[in-house]
Nanobody, 120 residues
Framework: QVQLVESGGGLVQAGGSLRLSCVASGRTSGNYYMGWFRQAPGKEREFVAAMSPIAGSTYYADSWKGRFTISRDTAKNTVYLQMNSLKPEDTAVYYC?????????????WGQGTQVTVSS
């Protein structure tokens, strides 16, 4: 089992930036894809970004490519999501996920989410 805890969400004005963090604990020795998803009010959860476990290859949904950046600190078992030029439509709960299914889009473990609110 892997436990994931997100932090870094909050209220920010449009055009601002936030960096979300996700700390993994438990059985972290496996090769996990790490991903970020988000769920806006009244909408389904959607993929934002992911990183492969060894090479650190990155994957982004087209909607956020260029504004959001995923990165990691393996020594700290932490993955980050840097979000720049935030827009009100970025308001959502952001979830961190970890997966062992060799895919940047399929996950086995989820964090509890962190709320991001962007004001206009």
């Amino acid at each position: 089992q892997v436990q994931l805890v997100e932090s870094g969400g909050g209220l920010v004005q449009a055009g601002g930036s936030l960096r979300l963090s996700c700390v993994a604990s438990g059985r972290t020795s496996g090769n996990y894809y790490m991903g970020w998803f988000r769920q806006a009010p009244g909408k389904e959860r959607e993929f934002v970004a992911a990183m492969s476990p060894i090479a650190g290859s990155t994957y982004y949904a087209d909607s956020w490519k260029g504004r959001f950046t995923i990165s990691r600190d393996t020594a700290k078992n932490t993955v980050y999501l840097q979000m720049n030029s935030l827009k009100p439509e970025d308001t959502a709960v952001y979830y961190c996920a970890a997966g062992e299914r060799a895919s940047p889009y399929k996950y086995d473990y989820w964090g509890q989410g962190t709320q991001v609110t962007v004001s206009s």
